[in-house]
């Protein structure tokens, strides 16, 4: 499979055809028999081949155990992107390291080139959401091979703030993009509250996008800030809470982002602590025309698909209940590919999408 790099995307694709399960829940007692989701897809140069790295879950006796995982594409017909081979669970040198289990895996890439993962001063770098009960921390892994074995950084490069921050529960969820001209690492997270926030009235307990600046040798990064929240208007398919995004430059200038979110707003933590994304979760578009995608974001009126519009034969298949973490990647002048988890809660599925390369410009404000 050749790979060339990825030029801007011309515009959200409009028409997907359906590819159904990419990664499958493994059997009774595997590593990945609860859930199999989050994917990170990254071109390996070494092996000249796509590289999944995911969320893999199971689950003993009820207890959630939780871990990353890789998988390669199986090629056919020169580009296809629509199998893929479990390589198992990713290889740590150091686990003790880990501030408890860890999930939700993402390769620090560049962010000009979308789907190739970014060295900084010859290492590969990982962030990884792991649990430092009672709260979701993020750690950096570094290796010289994508493969692995991956070295933790022990202390978390983005911590939750205070109570009555708008991360004061969790931070998860986590993209980061190497911007090399800056010398920085633009790092985007989900923040969960554990507090009320006042500048969400329709969802006061939702979580938000936010930002965070890291610089190579420093032992945390520097938060900016919340920069989407919420919807003020009821019933607005982001209006209860904001999930991951993705970047990726747009033609004409800007950048599109692809995100997870939802209609439903959470209760509080005191009413309920453990359903924080209460369904349905939905993908969808934003964009801005800043240079720097620290700001200015804005979000398509319309998600990419409501629930009740999935086909039934998707429905059948096991397409349901939640549309999770969305991933794209991009074949240049060919093909749009998105990969996504869905399914019951704690029972999820990477499901696949493909539509060709857009041929038409939009405006260069899109929203």
Known sequence: M???????????????????????RGARGEFDSSVTGDPCIVWDEALQNYRMFYFAQNKVESVEHCCNAQALAVVENGNSLGKWRKLGPIVYENPDALCGETHKPWILMDPFRPNHPARVDGLYWLLTVSWRIPNKVVQVATSTSLAGPWKIQPHPVLQNGSDSDFDGLHIDAVTAYW???RQEILIYYMGYPRQAQ??????PWGSSSAVAILRPGEPEARKLGKIITPHPQLGHWISGYIGGIQIVPALGGGWYAVLNASPTSPASVEDDATVREPAPSLGGWAYTSEQFPTKGW???????EWLEDIPEAAVQAGESGNLWRHHLVLV????????YNTGPYGNEQIFGRCAQWPKVIIRSNPC
């Open 179 to 181: 911007f090399e001209q």
């Open 298 to 304: 804005q979000i398509h009126d319309q998600p990419i």
């Open 198 to 203: 006042n500048d969400q009235p329709c969802s």
């Open 332 to 339: 240049p002048n060919d093909a749009v590919y998105m990969f």
């Open 2 to 24: 050749e790979q060339e790099a990825s030029p801007a995307l011309p515009a959200p694709p409009q028409v997907w055809n359906r590819l159904g399960v990419m990664i499958k």
